[in-house]
């Protein structure tokens, strides 16, 4: 039994959509970026790499072309198109608050925030412990974070729209917040072949501050720095484990 406050599958109504509303993202530059951050961070050669919260597999999809590597996501919608396009990678179904797949990388990735929808402090420390006990001595946690307290606005209006022959989408959404969670009811207006359809999905992520942050990877023995820039404008937490 899944409480609302952790239910399971945010995107259990538009995982086929996912990758269309996201299609401004740049996924091989960021790959690309990635793989500069981990080259310069690791302290063991890198050769294996897992990403947590994978969702559809694009950042994998780059990454596969120079690590061994394997995802782990939630949302069986967004797994199914993750394998659809990357059929030889392992993928799993797992929680990244508790997950133990018995190996070890030399690199674990979690990126786009999806450490937000951990909600809570307690979870996010569990999640970044159960990201960092599958590191090898040496090897490198990148997180990128969602918004901390102090940068979430509230009453901002957003809007994505898709256009590609035989689909088109319209997502909005005004930016909520319930305490120390974002909010953002997703309205999606969908068109098909098939036809015209609504459906709302509720995402909640949790606003932690850098300190937060920070303390968890330290707790679970990484050294840690920020890196500002990052990958998108959210900057990246990046942490070794010593050797
Ligand atoms: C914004 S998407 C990012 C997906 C992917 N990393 C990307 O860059 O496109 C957030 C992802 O976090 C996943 N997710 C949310 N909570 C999770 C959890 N507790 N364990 C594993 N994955 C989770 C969702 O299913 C979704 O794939």
Redesign the pocket.
Known sequence: MVSRFFGR???SQSAAY?DAI?HW?N?ER?AEALRGLIRQHSRRPVRTLL??????G??LAFLREHFAVMG????PG?LAVARQRCPEIEFVE????D?DLGQHFDAVT?????IG??KTVPRLRQ?VHAMARHLQPGGVLIIEPWFGPDSWHVGTVHAVFVDQPGLKIARMSISGREDRLSCNDFHYLVATVDGVRHFTERHELGLFTQEEYTQAFSASGLDVMFDFDGLTGRGLYIGTRPL
């Open positions: 599958a945010m995107f996912y996201y993202k996924y960021e990403d947590v919260a994978c969702g559809t694009q950042h782990l996501d939630l949302d967004l797992a929680d990244m608050v997950f979690c990126l786009f925030s999806a929808y951990v999640a």
